[in-house]
Nanobody, 124 residues
Framework: QVHLVESGGGLVQAGGSLRLSCAAS????????MGWFRQAPGVERDFVAA????????YYADSVKGRFTIYSDNVKNTVYLQMNSLKPEDTAVYYC?????????????????WGQGTQVTVSS
């Protein structure tokens, strides 16, 4: 089992930046991929970004390309999501997730471990 803890959420004005962190502990040696998803009230949990555990491959939702960057520090077992040029529509609870399976990185059903989420609110 892998334990994930997100941090870094908060309130920011449109155009601002935030950096989310996801610290992984436990059985991390067999992880294949780490991802970020977000969920606004009344909608499904959507894919945001993902990175292979080796760091060699990254994936982004079209809505965040060019604004968000995902990267990892394997020594610290931590994945980061740098979010720039934030928009009010980025407001959501952001969840970190991981999987030991070689599934589809953008599909939330690929992931078998989830963090508790961190709130990001972007004001206009």
């Amino acid at each position: 089992q892998v334990h994930l803890v997100e941090s870094g959420g908060g309130l920011v004005q449109a155009g601002g930046s935030l950096r989310l962190s996801c610290a992984a502990s436990g059985r991390t040696f067999n992880r294949y991929i780490m991802g970020w998803f977000r969920q606004a009230p009344g909608v499904e949990r959507d894919f945001v970004a993902a990175i292979s555990w080796s760091g060699g491959s990254t994936y982004y939702a079209d809505s965040v390309k060019g604004r968000f960057t995902i990267y990892s520090d394997n020594v610290k077992n931590t994945v980061y999501l740098q979010m720039n040029s934030l928009k009010p529509e980025d407001t959501a609870v952001y969840y970190c997730a991981t999987s030991a399976r070689r599934g589809i990185p953008t599909d939330r059903y690929t992931y078998d471990n989830w963090g508790q989420g961190t709130q990001v609110t972007v004001s206009s």
